[in-house]
């Protein structure tokens, strides 16, 4: 066809050949391989390549997701997802998702942190409620008017309805989260709602990296759609859902696996090696065994008792 994308890269290439160029039909699936058919295996590896790349390009320009999901989500080398990222003009100043050391729960929907940040972006209903998965990391945002306890209360019907119910959510002092209607809703589902140590800057620190990670991804979305300063109210939901699927559907930073992948995931085994852990004074109890570890900490259970320790104060039991 005259007129498609292969036409135009075919007449591209001719016009900027250095040597003879012949085209020519051959049976490219003829098991007994000539020279015509091993020229075709060249060509057809090289133009596999173009288009996977091109593939790659086009799902970052649309979700403005990382180099290495880039990379594993299109089947392409992370040095070419690197430069397709690092030529990217809206994502230069994303900051990469980052884990945390908040307690958390054993297994996804255990634990919530909740939170209400101002996201100028979506003027005139500019409140944004975010809870978090402590687990999977799993991110829901909802649009408000307000902050209010009506508001909180909505928001985790919303999230309920995508990830389940939770055992515990965990969020700070504010009177939206401590109201009346707050607590009724929450024993009504039977969740054990549980508020932050006041002026403590770092008792919410999942779920605020959750809002920075969350507003960053919008603005770069709303930026490579021409939406500088404030986007358009009839696109804030077509956004929004598209900032949760980059960030949900795909791994951040230097994560193996999609939040969503861990959140869904067949639930780990209950007990793992035994191990020693260090109490208050110094001393290495023995009888714990691993649950599982994360950047810097473990959970260890021992009968019915499950804690968390830094990594630095266990130690494996050797036969």
């Given at each position: 066809i005259s007129n498609s994308p292969a036409a135009s890269?075919?007449?591209?290439?001719?016009?900027?050949?250095?040597?003879t160029v012949t085209f020519i039909h051959i049976n490219s699936h003829?098991?007994?391989?000539?020279?015509?058919?091993?020229?075709?295996?060249?060509?057809?590896?090289?133009?596999?390549?173009?288009?996977?790349?091109?593939?790659?390009?086009?799902?970052?320009?649309?979700?403005?997701?990382?180099?290495?999901?880039?990379?594993?989500?299109?089947?392409?080398?992370?040095?070419?997802?690197?430069?397709?990222?690092?030529?990217?003009?809206y994502c230069q100043k994303s900051p990469l998702w980052s884990s945390g050391v908040n307690p958390r729960g054993?297994?996804?929907?255990?634990?919530?942190q909740t939170d209400f940040t101002l996201c100028q972006l979506l003027k005139p209903r500019a409140w944004l409620a975010v809870t978090v998965d402590t687990v999977s990391g799993i991110?829901?945002?909802?649009?408000?008017?307000?902050?209010?306890?009506?508001?909180?209360?909505?928001?985790?019907?919303?999230?309920?309805?995508?990830?389940?119910?939770?055992?515990?959510?965990k969020m700070d002092n504010g009177t939206h989260f401590v109201?009346?209607?707050?607590?009724?809703?929450?024993?009504?589902?039977?969740?054990?709602?549980?508020?932050?140590?006041?002026?403590?800057?770092?008792?919410?620190?999942?779920?605020?990296?959750?809002?920075?990670?969350?507003?960053?991804?919008?603005?770069?979305?709303?930026?490579?759609?021409?939406?500088?300063?404030?986007?358009?109210?009839?696109?804030?939901?077509?956004?929004?859902?598209?900032a949760m699927l980059a960030l949900n559907q795909f791994p951040r930073g230097d994560q193996g696996q999609a939040p969503s992948q861990k959140h869904w995931a067949v639930e780990a085994v209950q007990e793992g090696p035994p191990v020693s852990i260090k109490n208050e004074l110094g001393e290495w109890e023995t009888g714990w065994k691993l649950v599982v570890t994360g950047r810097g900490y473990a959970a260890v259970k021992k009968d019915d008792d499950i804690k968390w320790c830094p990594l630095k104060s266990i130690k494996p039991v050797l036969p």
């Open positions: 890269m075919i007449e591209e290439a001719l016009h900027s050949q250095q040597g003829n098991p007994i391989k000539g020279y015509f058919q091993l020229g075709n295996d060249k060509a057809d590896a090289a133009a596999k390549n173009l288009w996977t790349l091109q593939s790659a390009r086009q799902l970052h320009e649309s979700l403005h997701i990382g180099a290495k999901a880039l990379a594993k989500q299109c089947d392409i080398p992370m040095s070419d997802a690197k430069h397709i990222v690092a030529t990217c003009p054993m297994k996804a929907s255990e634990i919530w991110i829901i945002g909802t649009q408000h008017t307000k902050a209010n306890s009506k508001a909180a209360v909505k928001h985790w019907l919303s999230a309920m309805t995508w990830l389940g119910i939770p055992k515990q959510i109201s009346k209607a707050t607590q009724e809703f929450a024993a009504k589902w039977n969740i054990v709602l549980k508020q932050g140590i006041p002026y403590n800057s770092t008792g919410q620190a999942i779920v605020e990296r959750a809002n920075q990670t969350l507003e960053s991804k919008l603005e770069t979305l709303a930026k490579a759609e021409g939406f500088a300063n404030a986007i358009p109210p009839s696109e804030q939901p077509r956004l929004l859902a598209t």
